[in-house]
């Protein structure tokens, strides 16, 4: 079946560093892929999506390329700050329209 | 504004009983889900609806139990035949089947505890 693997938080750094955080899946057929994130206390919002191979999803300073041969869509940020602080979900949908959603990994800016 | 209402945000139960909790959306989307987070597992699909009066189970459906009476409404049930209920209920909603577009749009959540 499908699944995503998400590396492991918390993940902690300094501002304005360089922020990589690990996906990849597994999956029958050419899914679209999601990063969404979670801030403090509230619920998930989409972040950027690609829908297929080497097409990159770009919103808020965040980047991620669609790699089929690797199978992965790892998130990047070049100067992070303090307010990206939040847990970061990579999600996949399957061929029934649902999402898929990996562990989740928090993601600790400090000053 | 336009979003997805969830009640209520902090609930505590004892063993044995049911309990439902509360998702309303003023969005116009068809579809509506219901997702459980526990620490380190992700987001876990208990139940969808992509119509009105017409409801999927999820990966999770196992003592949950829905409704969708109205397009803008998709209250979940928690029963006590669920045996381990502690956790963060997400709700969430989209224009039309994932498949179009991936993007859910969420509610606050609803942190249920069990006593």
């Known amino acids: 079946g499908n699944s995503v693997t998400q590396m492991e938080g918390p993940v902690t750094l300094s501002e304005e560093a360089f922020l990589t955080i690990n996906c990849t899946y597994t999956?029958?057929?050419?899914?679209?892929l999601f990063w969404y994130v979670q801030y403090p206390g509230e619920g998930l919002q989409l972040l950027l999506k690609?829908?297929?191979?080497?097409d990159k999803g770009s919103n808020k300073g965040f980047e991620a390329t669609y790699r089929k041969e690797t199978t992965s869509f790892h998130l990047e940020k070049g100067s992070v700050q303090v307010s990206d602080s939040a847990v970061y979900f990579c999600?996949?949908?399957?061929?029934?329209?649902?999402?898929?959603f990996g562990a989740g990994t928090q993601v600790v800016v400090t000053p | 504004d336009g979003g997805i209402t969830q009640s209520p945000k902090y609930l505590f139960r004892k063993e044995g009983q049911n309990v439902t909790l509360s998702c309303e959306q003023n969005?116009?989307?068809?579809?509506m889900y219901w997702y459980r987070q526990d620490p380190g597992q992700g987001l876990r699909l208990i139940y969808y609806?992509?119509?009105?009066?017409?409801?999927q189970k999820g990966d999770i459906a196992e003592g949950y139990s829905v409704s969708r009476e109205k397009k803008e409404s998709f209250p979940l049930t928690v029963t006590s035949a669920q045996k381990n209920p502690t956790a963060f209920y997400l709700c969430?909603?989209?224009?039309?089947?994932?498949?179009?577009?991936?993007?859910?749009?969420f509610g606050e959540g609803s942190r249920l505890t069990v006593l």
């Open positions: 999956a029958t057929g050419y899914p679209s």
């Open positions: 999600a996949l949908n399957d061929s029934w329209g649902k999402l898929q």
């Open positions: 690609a829908t297929k191979a080497d």
């Open positions: 609806s992509q119509i009105v009066n017409d409801f």
């Open positions: 969005l116009n989307h068809d579809a």
């Open positions: 969430a909603s989209s224009i039309d089947r994932l498949a179009s577009t991936g993007e859910l749009f």
